[in-house]
């Protein structure tokens, strides 16, 4: 069942290491399949060095396991509560890359200093709240795909052109149109992260200027757009 899935899913989460986005088992990588409404995901715990593109977990969107011999990521509720609010993507990534989760540590959103984050990402990336003790001891991994939907309801914030968030205390996830888009994200978002501590480590706190940010953004990704071939 869904064999090729398998394979992107498998090849992903073991991009998140070769990229330097994922310590030990500290992430995970999954697909949707809009078709039969199912996502294949990475199972738990599992050494990235031993797994193999056969042990990755199909799920429904009800969290149920459909195939697999392991468990699927203990993210999966959040994954899944992704899926299901953010119409268009087909890939989620999460990982704790050590730039990207820094600012998710400090509570605080990444700004928008330079138009090498205006390229990928329209918005600051936004930081969530904090998860309250209840909802923490009550459904963790559910609530936490929960407040980043919030999150972006909130501050009205489209979550296809700011393909990425930090969740308070924690880390990162990202996402796109494929999970190879999701690990491509998640890439530019801990460099993105990184350029920003250095920025303000060199004593700069504005912002790029809105009309170069737009620029840039729309030039990629706009409905005029023209970077790259045809």
Known sequence: MLESLKERVYKANLQLVELGLVVFTWGNASAFDPE????????????????????????????????????????????????????????????????????????????AYGTTHADYFYKAIPCTRKLSQLEIETAYEIETGKVIVECFETKKIDPISTPGVLVNGHAPFSWGKSVEYAVYHA????????????NEALGNKIPIDEYLLEKHYQRKHGKNAYYGQK
Request: charge should be negative; aromatic fraction near 8%; charged fraction near 30%.
């Open 36 to 111: 039969s409404k199912l996502l294949v995901i990475k199972p738990s715990g599992i050494d990235y060095d031993k797994m193999q593109p056969e042990d990755m977990v199909v799920v429904d969107l009800e969290g149920s396991k459909v195939e697999g011999k392991y468990k699927p990521s203990s993210d999966t509720p959040t994954h899944i509560e992704l899926y299901k609010h953010f119409k268009g993507i087909e890939g989620v990534v999460h990982t704790h890359s050590e730039w990207a989760t820094s600012w998710a540590q400090a509570g605080r959103s990444i700004p």
């Open 187 to 198: 890439k530019v978002m801990d460099e993105v992260a990184k350029m920003a501590f250095r």
